[in-house]
């Protein structure tokens, strides 16, 4: 069964930058499109980007595009989440999530089978 492991999470200060990981045990990523959410105190998850199985296609939240970044190395059995130009409304806990699919989608995260356990993003103003 597939784990994920979210890492890369801090604090940083309004405009700075950060960069998650998600990286895979028991399994491999290459069989998966790769999810990233976020949950901020009383709101419910949001999708934040996506990537497909192979990489050729990805996509962004309309509140993220053009400041995040999403990529997989597949070899290092390992997607990241560039985030720059980070805001406060940034601050959430961050999931990784994989779905059995080619392509990804962000509207349900119902949609994906595997989660790990967030990686807390706090964004000081």
């Known amino acids: 069964q597939l784990q994920l492991v979210e890492s890369g999470g801090g604090?940083?200060?309004s405009g700075g930058?950060?960069?998650l990981s998600c990286a895979a045990s028991r399994s491999t990523l290459d069989s998966y499109a790769i999810?990233?959410?976020r949950q901020a105190p009383g709101k419910?998850?949001?999708g934040?980007?996506?990537i497909s199985r192979s990489g050729s296609s990805a996509k962004y939240a309309d509140s993220v595009k053009g400041r995040f970044t999403i990529s997989r190395?597949?070899?290092k059995?390992?997607?990241y989440l560039q985030m720059n130009s980070?805001?406060?409304e940034d601050t959430a806990v961050y999931y990784c999530a994989a779905d059995y699919k080619l392509e990804c989608g962000l509207a349900k995260p119902a949609w994906y089978d595997y989660w790990g356990q967030g990686t807390q993003v706090t964004v000081s103003s």
């Open 11 to 13: 604090l940083v200060q």
């Open 17 to 19: 930058s950060l960069r």
């Open 35 to 37: 999810g990233w959410f």
């Open 44 to 46: 419910e998850r949001e």
């Open 48 to 50: 934040v980007s996506c």
């Open 73 to 75: 190395d597949n070899a």
């Open 77 to 79: 059995n390992t997607v």
């Open 86 to 88: 980070l805001k406060s």
